[in-house]
């Protein structure tokens, strides 16, 4: 199943197991219906901004959507889902094992010098991670908070609604995202 198709079955999957219609999704969201059918039928490429609604307002996480079969505690770099947002050219690589039970959740970030993405979750808040550089430089911003990450830099992010990613500088960021996964949430299969 390629990743397209895996975000397609993962968004209907949770929106059905939550008794949700496309209308109700899109009011909790403040995507619009016709868009959620149109990722739902794979006929659009959703941004990350719209994928972390729909995350909010399913009460998971972005990773969630992610989530593929695990049948075993390995994944292979070949065989971890790469997503590209279309709008910024950000590229996450789900690192982790999907719904192999793992107590952490990985993923690895390539963002675009000059770009910004601002999670607004329509959910929860964005819960507590780690971002660890790991090339180039981003400013990250909680509310009127700002941290400038270099190389090597780890920053313990706390629990916001709201948050901003930016890289100011000339050449791609490189950035691990971690964060614990709460013990019921692996047998839901949610994950960072």
């Not at 739902?40 to 009460?59: C, H, I, M, N, Y």
């Not at 050219?89 to 675009?112: H, K, M, T």
């Not at 313990?156 to 930016?166: N, T, V, Y």
Request: net charge neutral; hydrophobic share 45%; glycine share 8%.
């Amino acid at each position: 199943m390629g990743l397209d198709e895996r975000l397609a079955y993962r968004l209907r999957t949770l929106r059905r197991a939550r008794g949700l219609t496309l209308e109700q999704l899109a009011a909790r969201s403040g995507v619009s219906r016709s868009m959620i059918s149109l990722i739902e039928r794979q006929e659009t490429s959703p941004t990350a901004t719209v994928l972390d609604k729909l995350a909010g307002a399913l009460e998971v996480t972005l990773s969630a959507l992610f989530d593929t079969p695990a049948d075993a505690p390995l994944a292979r770099a070949a065989q971890q889902p790469v997503w590209r947002d279309p709008a910024s050219g950000y590229r996450r690589r789900q690192v982790s094992p999907g719904d192999a039970g793992s107590p952490v959740d990985l993923v690895e970030v390539i963002f675009p010098a000059g770009e910004t993405v601002v999670f607004e979750s329509a959910g929860p808040a964005v819960p507590p991670q780690l971002v660890w550089m790991l090339a180039g430089e981003m400013v990250l911003t909680l509310g009127p908070q700002s941290w400038r990450l270099a190389a090597g830099d780890c920053l313990a992010l706390p629990a916001s609604p709201r948050i901003a990613f930016h890289n100011p500088g000339c050449e791609p960021a490189r950035y691990a995202l971690a964060r614990a996964v709460a013990a019921c949430s692996v047998s839901a299969g949610v994950s960072a």
